[in-house]
């Protein structure tokens, strides 16, 4: 895991103020454990999914486990820049991961990605999940 946080860190807009969080990653992986493409309903509650935040954003990737690398589950995230103006601050569609992304209250971040036998219809799958503190 230590290498993706490495990865995770430098890619992330705003980066130098991003840092990596053992909690948030230990949620993530729990939460990922599960093998099912949901949000975590705990990450409003304080103290469910971290001693000191509540209200923490997530995003969520989900493929074929042969094709997951971090740079994969990041740069689909960041692709919905694409529908984002920036002049009205709307979007023509799904911007969440994207926003997420580069929500610049979020200073903490943890991810973990796991493999699962089956998740939906896609057999030897991985799920990664990111997630941002403050959300």
């Known amino acids: ?3 993706c ?13 991003r840092t990596w969080d053992v909690a948030l990653s230990r949620t993530a992986r729990a939460w990922g454990k599960r093998c099912v493409l949901e949000h975590n309903v705990y990450l409003e509650e304080l103290n469910m999914a971290h001693p000191k935040f509540n209200g923490i954003g997530e995003n969520m990737w989900a493929g074929p486990e042969n094709e997951f690398t971090p740079s994969v589950a990041i740069r689909s ?3 919905e820049r694409k ?10 569609g799904d911007c969440s991961h994207y926003l997420q992304l580069v929500w610049d209250r979020s200073h903490k971040v943890g991810c973990a990605v796991t493999p699962c036998s089956k998740l939906g219809y896609i057999r030897h799958a991985a799920i990664f999940i990111c997630n941002y503190a403050p959300g």
């Not at 995770?8 to 103020?17: C, Q």
């Not at 529908?83 to 023509?92: I, M, P, Q």
């Open 1 to 3: 895991m230590y290498h």
């Open 5 to 17: 946080h490495i990865f995770i860190t430098k890619i992330l807009h705003r980066a130098e103020t």
């Open 77 to 79: 995230w960041f692709a």
């Open 83 to 92: 529908k984002y103006t920036f002049e009205n601050n709307s979007c023509s």
